[in-house]
């Protein structure tokens, strides 16, 4: 869930960057005016997570702080973009963000229910997260009308980063020892800590697979042979980045259950011919591209708004 957990918390992120309704109930105090929007301190206390009973003694205390004024610059940021939108009339369905949602809860392996239960634990309303969904879905038709189609990448520039940048494009396969625990189990991470605490006592860890490890290749002793590393799920593959070989990796969660790896081997091939890599060389570049002239876009489009920054 912690994945799940980054990815709400980023997309709520993107919605509360956009204003909503004022409260007409509470008095609220102006931080900012954007051309003919306006940004509450309500809205940006509920950007920054602001806890009044937190860190920070008062409001006022934290918006002097200049962190508060980077996450106002993206709040700015994000309100140019959606009034881009609206100039550009640039929609999104419900039935796209509800295919978006339908997508995180298959790779998260959850039902609906646990994914409104996940949000809720985090703090994060499930309008809220469907909402930044949206805006989220808005900013990239934005940038793919404005920036994108200005981004043009040669083939000679493809061999030539190709050329400068072999070693990138080397295979990288590892040899490791594996013992999984389901996340079906109820005591799953408990299972999986008391394998890892076994291992780093002494316990072979061939020994520890084969009674903890809930696969096949526990009767290999958790030998799952040479993988390539970036078949890898996410978690495993950073995982097993920080290990030397000899070393036993603390447990870690993916979307299926509870693992334990030690590394063996590492081994890496010949570079990749161009033609296999081709693509991502262009998907790379283009990125790097795309990055570059969007902050020249959003410096063009706050030089032709009217900003006024009251904190």
Request: net charge neutral.
């Amino acid at each position: 869930m912690n994945r799940l957990f980054a990815v709400s918390v980023l997309l709520a992120g993107l919605f509360v960057l956009v204003p909503g309704p004022a409260r007409s109930e509470v008095v609220d105090k102006i931080v900012a005016i954007v051309n003919d929007d306006i940004i509450t301190l309500q809205e940006v206390e509920r950007y920054v997570h602001v806890e009044k009973q937190g860190k920070f003694s008062s409001v006022n205390e934290y918006l002097r702080d200049m962190q508060l004024r980077d996450k106002l610059d993206a709040f700015i940021e994000n309100l140019l973009i959606k009034q881009q939108a609206k100039k550009f009339k640039v929609e999104v369905s419900d039935k796209e963000v509800d295919g978006v949602v339908e997508s995180i809860r298959k790779r998260h392996l959850i039902s609906d229910t646990e994914l409104k239960e996940q949000l809720k634990k985090e703090g994060i309303d499930y309008k809220d997260f469907y909402e930044g969904i949206k805006v989220s879905l808005v900013r990239n038709r934005v940038l793919a009308r404005t920036v994108s189609p200005q981004v043009m990448i040669s083939d000679k520039e493809l061999k030539s980063y190709y050329d400068t940048h072999s070693e990138e494009f080397r295979e990288e396969e590892i040899r490791m020892l594996h013992i999984f625990v389901s996340g079906q189990r109820a005591d799953g991470q408990q299972r999986a800590t008391e394998a890892y605490k076994l291992v780093t006592e002494g316990k072979a860890f061939s020994e520890v697979a084969k009674e903890y490890s809930d696969e096949a290749v526990n009767v290999e002793g958790g030998d799952i042979g040479f993988v390539k590393k970036d078949d890898l799920f996410p978690e495993l593959r950073n995982a097993a980045s920080l290990l030397m070989p000899g070393d036993v990796s603390h447990v870690v969660r993916t979307p299926y259950g509870y693992h334990v790896l030690k590394l063996l081997e590492v081994k890496r091939s010949e570079s990749l011919p161009f033609e296999t890599v081709k693509d991502k060389i262009y998907q790379d570049l283009v990125q790097k591209e795309s990055d570059k002239r969007y902050k020249d876009y959003m410096r063009k489009l706050r030089a032709s708004a009217y900003i006024e920054v009251k904190i």
